[in-house]
């Protein structure tokens, strides 16, 4: 019983810890949105997707409208996308998304990790060219006929729709529907999506692999706690790669 519970507590802390990850970012998201354009979501897309994303990990509302808020005060800090690229042990591709007010501070905590877990800081285009850029939504599943939904979605550009299935925070098993687009069709999808009123979990724009690399269980285990590494900084955004 004792080791069943420290599982489960154990499964509990790293929904937390990932739960708090997912608010630091989406925190930022929404104040990078409303620096470039403005506090209204009826008139900025990116804001409204930065909202649409807080709830689909439970962000509570008074933590997004503070954010806002925030955002909208002079004295809040600017934060800069920078985008960083290079290789973890084994030849696996990483790319590293980060939104920071410290530029110096973040490339040198990246090349810290990348040093320490065996890999290498690349240069601008050295590794990115591995991955395509591209639309994903996430919808809720439920009432959706999956088949039906791919054909009304195809003028909006549309490549791919099929189900899926995710833990959730309490560790349940969720079915969702996910919508690939090419990455110029984000806008018209989010658009078509919005005018279906569909359940939107997620909107993002995320790097997809073209190849992966297969390894060994212990090659894939210290590439993973290279990427572990990236992921708990909190300037860190978003990492892909291309472990298999």
Do not use: C
């Not at 599982?7 to 929904?15: A, D, L, T, V, Y």
């Amino acid at each position: 019983m004792g080791r069943a519970f420290e599982f489960r507590k154990g499964r509990k802390m790293k929904r937390w810890d990932r739960m708090s990850k997912d608010f630091t970012r989406i925190g930022r998201e929404i104040v990078m949105a409303v620096k470039e354009s403005g506090p209204n979501p009826d008139t900025n897309s990116r804001l409204r997707t930065a909202i649409q994303n807080a709830k689909g990990v439970n962000m509570p509302k008074d933590r997004v409208d503070a954010a806002i808020k925030r955002a909208s005060s002079r004295e809040e800090k600017d934060y800069q996308e920078v985008v960083y690229e290079g290789y973890a042990p084994h030849g696996v591709a990483i790319v590293i998304e980060t939104a920071t007010d410290n530029p110096v501070r973040t490339v040198a905590n990246v090349r810290m990790y990348f040093n320490r877990g065996n890999g290498a800081l690349g240069t601008a285009g050295s590794s990115d060219y591995t991955f395509t850029r591209k639309g994903v939504f996430k919808l809720a599943a439920e009432g959706v006929d999956v088949d039906e939904l791919e054909l009304e979605l195809i003028d909006a550009g549309a490549e791919d729709v099929y189900t899926d299935q995710e833990e959730d925070e309490h560790g349940n098993v969720k079915d969702f529907i996910v919508v690939e687009t090419a990455f110029t069709d984000f806008g018209q999808m989010q658009k078509a999506l919005e005018e279906k009123n569909l359940n939107v979990i997620s909107a993002q724009l995320q790097r997809i692999p073209n190849t992966r690399v297969s390894l060994s269980e212990e090659q894939a285990e210290e590439v993973l706690n290279l990427i572990e590494k990236f992921e708990e900084d909190d300037d860190v955004q978003a990492v892909y790669h291309t472990l298999a």
